[in-house]
């Protein structure tokens, strides 16, 4: 989230899409109630009535994977009615910058488009700059090549007529929503979206961010209270495994993995550090190297040394061109391209799209191991329906391990929020913490490299600091000062004396000549002198619900990022019943002669753009810090799927054109060939559209859910909820037993016959939607059917690979 | 009015069941075999286990988009409650009202009182017979826990603030201002309970759309509850009375 759950609290409008936030972020419903309260509006579009529709001011319907198709027909809107906020627009975005003549797009496609890889060359989507090196721009947002006319060209084409063609949102419901939310470009208004993985698991997934992000600079929502683009997570710690990057892609920090190709540290920096000839430009990313050499001293220490590239070369490298995400896991495994596995915490065999792949791939490996709190369908996978134990020769291994109150940490929620838990009770018999198993585990690989003299590169393993544990337990506060980070050396930083062994106060002091450590820059400033800063528990007596002493948030304690924004040039803020931060310098002659900013920590303490006199300021910088250009991206010329956002249907689609251009799904999806990859699009076998989604009482595949008797009994069998047109269709009726099937596995499931889901009339054709929970799995209970993912497709997101889960086709009938 | 009253706002209620399993952990109440019945709704009903039930109706609401109530059914601590009435004779001391919040408490003694006998009585359909033994229970107003200075479970669950507890009179108050706030988004928002029960409910639309019992005036035999107690020969303020000679008896 750049903004928090209790700044829900201030928004004026609060769209939910993509999410069922009342059922399952619950807690959220606490701030959208009191928004409400304050007189803020809701709006609830799914294709499913839901609890949190139940709430909403308004709700409309829109068929599973059209969000590009509505939420590009409320850019179309916010432009042609003048519903955009100006000055920060013009000031703030992109918006002004001229693009290169090499940049085009035509019929679905971008410019740059390899069609034989399915793949763009970025390099065409390029800013103009000017002799200094700097990006040219048009602050009038006149120029027929700056961004502000190129995107209303883009979007011209999703006028009402169009979007309800292929969504099957009724117009005045998409001219109603519309009106509500661009309500929110005044001045002193802000809007707020609430997301989920309804608009992730998508193959146009980032694009569906991407649409929303461009809804918010366009409004002015960005850096303000109430405002924001909050993605709310999957998971109470995901935010954390995300910060410090348990994904193959990224490095904790969001650092990059290096590649192959990059063989040196330096070629490593250069290639991720941006640079910018801007002297308006924070580029904090230009301090990259700090961050990349301070987190391999803390994991290799003293071995780390200048002349060994800091252990650059003891780390695996990608190799080019190869992506190693789970879709493409699973697929390597169901290949035999390796041997063994950790299911960590993790249930593949329920979660995982495409999950007769993952259980059949399973069966390939010669070991699991299987780290978890109950028994699941992946560590008993080899005895699951269509199993013949006989004939799989995978050896696992079942590690009990404790439950988050057995042990201490951190967790970090979908605001960025570090909170301290401490342990309540012992773990049970044999379980263990995930830290102390993955150090034992370490430790004896360790061991193991060091005692054997024809180890093969032991250096990776051997010259690892891990000393993360006290008196032989892993110790989870020692872990989270490594996190913060450590002066290695007595220094001199920002005029102020530190000693070795010192915590680092912030980022800002982190060096790239190996003097600091920090095994993540983010969190750089949580555990330090004053102490675990995550474990404060002070609340705010007023304001807008920062809470600054209430535990610990990246970056720096920031509540609110790009709250740069949320002040005019001269640091006045736009909100005046709400402000995040203000500019309160003194003033002689018309002209700012000291520095004082109030509020949250602001995303940057330089001086304003502008004094109050009008004239400009050069010890300044423009807000969107993290941007090379500091200026936040309505073109985005970083996505692997085009800078603009544009309407493809799902890989699986009811239809066989779309209006918006003559490519049907992404030019960039990307799918996988084994004979286990079985796509149906537009097929009279497969004529439903059909969605996964969550309920309240049971969390993610049910692995701790399942077995606890209450919520059991509140939510006890798979269902799959249907219109009363279509059940009336199949003659099914509610609570009769039902197979649901897709082209790639089936389920047997409770039909939920209901006035919730209504049939959309698609370019003129009925379409009939589906939904069913993947909360469930053969193991327990035997009544409760198996998971959803034997139906969803291996289709990913091409920048994240992130499968389709949220729309394919399916066919139903009586079991 | 003194002793304490719920007062649940439905408009505020998202189903989360939170309320309905926190009930469970405090009392360690057992789980019982539910099956989906074609409704997010489960148990299906209360029962001897069950103290508080989410109950769902789903409706096609006036502007052709659907509404979906959810109304968390729990015993209404009567003020002046029927099921107390119906056993003073054959089970006194069966049904008790504690002095210091007026909830309505089920005590052993009750089993000299047919279980059928006393649910019949009950004009919301709330006490639950334990199969084989006859006993009955319902919800306790988490009287162990009002006397520690603690909130009923189900309302410190619950996260909108749909579930709300304290002083009689300042719930009706709170009643009152939620309903004209709730008025201007529906217009046919009713309030139920205000006058004689503990528990107040604020509906967006007519009781009967959220379930049967959520609204009742006529004691089951056809019998309006005030014409009952003119039968038995008693004012409101003489039983009201009656009432406070009772607590002092039993405090």
Same mark, same amino acid.
């Given at each position: ?57 308004? =709700? ?207 070629? =490593? ?253 983010? =969190? ?147 799918? =996988? ?143 | ?82 099921? !107390? ?108 309970? !205000? ?53 002092? !008896?039993?405090?």
């Amino acid at each position: 989230m750049t903004n928090h759950w209790i700044d829900i609290r201030n928004s004026d409008c609060i769209l939910i899409m993509g999410s069922n936030a009342a059922s399952n972020h619950p807690i959220s419903f606490k701030w959208v109630t009191e928004a409400m309260k304050r007189g803020g509006k809701l709006i609830s579009v799914d294709p499913r009535f839901t609890q949190t529709s139940s709430k909403a001011d308004f =709700y409309t319907a829109l068929r599973s994977g059209t969000d590009i198709a509505f939420l590009g027909g409320m850019i179309k809107y916010i432009l042609d009615n003048n519903k955009y906020f100006k000055e920060y627009v013009a000031e703030y975005t992109n918006a002004a910058f001229i693009i290169a003549d090499s940049y085009d797009f035509n019929d679905g496609l971008f410019s740059g488009y390899d069609a034989e890889n399915r793949k763009y060359d970025k390099s065409k989507w390029g800013f103009v700059k000017d002799e200094k090196g700097i990006p040219k721009k048009d602050r009038t947002l006149q120029d027929p090549r700056c961004v502000f006319q190129l995107i209303k060209k883009h979007y011209s084409r999703y006028n009402l007529d169009t979007v309800s063609a292929i969504t099957g949102t009724p117009k005045e419901d998409l001219a109603k929503v519309y009106e509500m939310y661009s309500t929110t470009g005044q001045q002193g208004k802000a809007g707020t979206i609430m997301y989920a993985m309804g608009w992730t698991q998508h193959t146009v997934g980032v694009q569906n961010i991407r649409s929303m992000a461009i809804i918010q600079l366009l409004l002015g929502n960005m850096g303000v209270a109430g405002g924001g683009v909050n993605a709310l997570r999957g998971e109470s710690n995901v935010q954390g495994s995300t910060d410090h990057c348990i994904l193959f892609h990224i490095w904790p920090g969001y650092l990059k993995t290096p590649k192959a190709s990059l063989p040196t540290l330096a070629a =490593y920096n250069k290639k991720y550090t941006p640079k910018t000839n801007d002297p308006l430009s924070a580029n904090w990313w230009g301090n990259y190297p700090k961050y990349s050499v301070s987190l391999l001293k803390s994991f290799f220490g003293d071995k780390a040394t200048k002349a060994n590239d800091f252990g650059y070369n003891w780390l695996p490298k990608l190799d080019d061109g190869v992506t190693y995400s789970w879709l493409d896991l699973f697929d390597a495994m169901y290949k035999e391209e390796f041997k063994g596995l950790f299911a960590w915490g993790m249930n593949p065999a329920a979660s995982g799209a495409n999950a007769n792949k993952n259980r059949e791939a399973m069966t390939k490996l010669d070991w699991m191991v299987n780290v978890n709190i109950f028994d699941n369908e992946t560590g008993s996978f080899w005895k699951g329906p269509g199993m013949d134990p006989k004939k799989i020769k995978t050896e696992v291994f079942m590690l009990p391990c404790a439950v988050s109150v057995e042990k201490e940490g951190s967790i970090t929620n979908s605001g960025r929020w570090m909170q301290w838990r401490y342990k309540a009770a012992n773990p049970p018999a044999e379980a263990l913490p995930d830290g102390q198993i993955l150090m034992k585990l370490g430790k004896a690989v360790q061991y193991l490299y060091k005692k054997d003299k024809n180890a093969v590169f032991p250096e990776p393993i051997v010259n690892l600091k891990w000393d993360y544990s006290t008196h032989g337990e892993f110790d989870a506060h020692k872990m989270a000062k490594e996190i913060n980070g450590y002066f290695l050396k007595d220094i001199t930083v920002k005029g102020k004396k530190f000693k070795k062994g010192d915590l680092v106060p912030s980022f800002a002091y982190l060096q790239a000549d190996g003097s600091t450590s920090s095994a993540n820059w983010l =969190y750089c400033n949580s555990y330090t002198s004053k102490g675990n800063m995550s474990a404060r528990r002070k609340r705010e007596k007023s304001g807008i619900g920062l809470n600054p002493e209430w535990a610990w948030c990246w970056p720096v304690n920031r509540r609110i990022i790009y709250n740069r924004a949320s002040v005019d040039k001269t640091g006045k803020p736009w909100d005046k019943e709400h402000p995040v931060i203000e500019f309160k310098g003194k003033v002689e002659n018309g002209k700012y002669v000291s520095k004082k900013w109030v509020g949250d920590v602001p995303d940057g303490g330089w001086y304003p753009m502008q004094n109050p006199d009008g004239s400009d300021r050069k010890d300044t910088k423009y807000p969107f810090i993290m941007k090379p250009e500091g200026h936040a991206h309505v073109f985005g010329p970083g996505r692997a799927d085009g800078p603009f956002s544009e309407h493809y249907e799902p890989v699986e689609s009811p239809v066989s054109k779309q209006p918006f251009s003559s490519q049907l799904a992404s030019p960039v999806a990307v799918t =996988y060939g084994t004979n286990m990859d079985i796509y149906k699009s537009d097929d009279p076998k497969y004529p439903y559209v059909c969605s996964t989604y969550r309920v309240c009482e049971h969390w993610q595949t049910g692995i701790m859910t399942r077995w606890q008797p209450w919520l059991l009994e509140a939510q006890p069998q798979l269902f799959v909820e249907l219109s009363k047109e279509l059940g009336a269709k199949l003659g099914i009726k509610n609570g009769e037993k039902v197979i649901v099937e897709s082209a790639r596995g089936k389920v047997e499931a409770v039909a939920m016959v209901t006035i919730r889901f209504r049939p959309f009339t698609i370019q003129g054709k009925t379409v009939h939607q589906v939904g069913l929970p993947w909360h469930f799995g053969w193991v327990h209970p035997k009544d409760g059917g198996d998971s959803a993912n034997l139906l969803t497709p291996s289709a990913g997101d091409p920048n994240t690979r992130i499968p389709e889960t949220k729309a394919f086709m399916v066919n139903m009938r009586k079991a | 009015m003194s002793g304490k009253a719920f007062f649940i706002d439905t408009t505020l209620c998202t189903a989360c069941r939170g309320c309905q399993i926190a009930c469970k952990q405090w009392n360690q109440l057992p789980a019982t075999k539910t099956h989906n019945w074609g409704s997010m709704q489960n148990p299906k009903d209360l029962s001897f286990d069950t103290y508080k039930v989410v109950r769902f109706q789903e409706h096609m609401g006036s502007n052709n988009k659907p509404v979906w109530y959810f109304f968390p059914d729990q015993c209404r601590h009567c003020v002046e409650p029927p099921c !107390l009435e119906a056993s003073e004779d054959d089970a006194p001391g069966g049904i008790i009202i504690d002095s210091q919040t007026g909830a309505v408490l089920y005590t052993d003694k009750l089993k000299k009182m047919k279980a059928e006998d006393v649910i019949e009585s009950c004009p919301f359909n709330i006490p639950r017979a334990q199969k084989g033994t006859g006993y009955l229970s319902k919800c306790t107003m988490c009287v162990d826990r009002v006397h520690n200075g603690l909130l009923p479970a189900c309302v410190k669950t619950c996260p909108t603030g749909a579930m709300n507890f304290g002083d009689r009179d300042k719930m009706v108050a709170l009643a009152k201002d939620s309903l004209a706030t709730a008025k201007s988004r529906f217009p046919k928002a009713t309030l139920t309970g !205000l006058e004689d029960l503990r528990v107040f409910y604020l509906l967006a639309d007519e009781p009967k759309k959220y379930y049967t019992y959520a609204k009742v005036d006529v004691l089951p035999g056809g019998m309006d509850r005030k014409m009952a107690m003119r039968k038995i020969g008693r004012s409101l303020k003489d039983l009201s009375r009656e009432w406070q000679i009772i607590n002092k !008896l039993a405090s």
